[in-house]
């Protein structure tokens, strides 16, 4: 059983910059792809991005391309969001999940565990 606890999320302004942070605990971390998802109000849960189990490669959503960064360190057993140039349409909750994909599926059930995620607000 792994155990994801998500932090770093608060309001911001438009233009502003947020860093989430995705701690593990439990299974060997690095023995699994990540992926970042939002979910805004009345909305389906949204793939942000996804990290190999080695951190090398990152995929992004075009709508996040270009302002987002994910990274890891398995050493830590932790995993970031970077977010900069943040947009009122970013308002969600943020989860992290881990599964056994190579952090390119963009849909939920393709993970196995999740954080309870956190709240980034962005006003205009």
């Known amino acids: 059983q792994v155990q994801l606890v998500e932090s770093g999320g608060g309001l911001v302004q438009a233009g502003g910059s947020l860093r989430l942070s995705c701690a593990a605990s439990?299974?060997?971390?690095?023995?699994?792809?990540m992926g970042w998802f939002r979910q805004a109000p009345g909305k389906e849960r949204e793939f942000v991005g996804g990290i190999t189990r080695s951190g090398g490669i990152a995929y992004y959503a075009d709508s996040v391309k270009g302002r987002f960064t994910i990274s890891r360190d398995n050493a830590k057993n932790t995993a970031y969001l970077q977010m900069n140039s943040l947009k009122p349409e970013d308002t969600a909750v943020y989860y992290c999940a881990l599964g056994s994909g190579w952090g390119t599926d963009n849909q939920p059930r393709g993970y196995d565990y999740w954080g309870q995620g956190t709240q980034v607000t962005v006003s205009s």
């Open positions: 439990g299974r060997t971390f690095s023995g699994y792809a």
